[in-house]
């Protein structure tokens, strides 16, 4: 039987406890989960492509078959490139899910044969993102509890060098 992959893309500025918990549910559905830092031109990010990949990487040492890749441009051609056929994303709470939809429907418009995949995110992350987690760290806020000891610590380091990036 061939291997269940699936590609779980997103900002990751940079990768939260949340993030950790949607890979983590994930591994128990797929074999291998490949995460897609988007090397998004739009926003204004905090961290490079490059650190997000890094800190990903670090992040989810041990966690098991997960591999980090960065891509440019739109989702659908990357799954192309790769293979697979499915996308992992994962639902916070119910104001996550116009969003998704939207996503999930010029996804599938663009390539009927990929199926978008939801995991729910557990209640105690419901309220967490990447942009609050900046918020409270450019504020003087501890986010100990919200990211891994090394995203906490490369934070900190870019607020201390003039970082903006909310
Ligand atoms: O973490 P995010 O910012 O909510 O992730 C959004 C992401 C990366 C999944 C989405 O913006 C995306 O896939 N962008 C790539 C461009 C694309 O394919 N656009 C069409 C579908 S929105």
């Known amino acids: 039987m061939s291997e269940k992959i699936a590609i779980y893309p997103g900002s990751f500025d940079p990768v939260t406890y949340g993030h950790l918990d949607i890979i983590r549910r994930g591994l128990s559905v797929f074999d291998h989960i490949i995460v897609a830092v988007l090397n998004n ?3 204004d990010p905090l961290f490079t492509v490059n650190e997000r990949v890094s800190l990903l990487k670090t ?3 041990g966690l098991g078959s997960v591999s980090v890749d960065s ?3 739109l989702l659908m051609d990357y799954v192309h490139k790769k293979n697979v056929k499915i996308v992992l994303r994962g ?3 119910i104001s996550d899910f116009e969003y998704e939809l939207q996503i999930a429907s010029i996804n599938k418009s663009l390539n009927p044969e990929i199926e978008t995949c939801f995991m729910m995110t557990s209640n105690r992350f419901s309220f967490l993102s990447s942009s609050m987690v900046k918020e409270v ?7 100990h509890d919200l990211v891994p000891e090394a ?10 060098t003039g970082g903006n990036g909310l």
């Open 41 to 43: 031109s739009r926003k």
């Open 59 to 61: 992040a989810t040492e």
């Open 71 to 73: 891509f440019d441009g």
């Open 91 to 93: 639902l916070r709470a």
């Open 137 to 143: 760290a450019k504020y003087g806020g501890s986010v």
């Open 151 to 160: 995203v906490e610590q490369a934070i900190k380091q870019k607020y201390l």
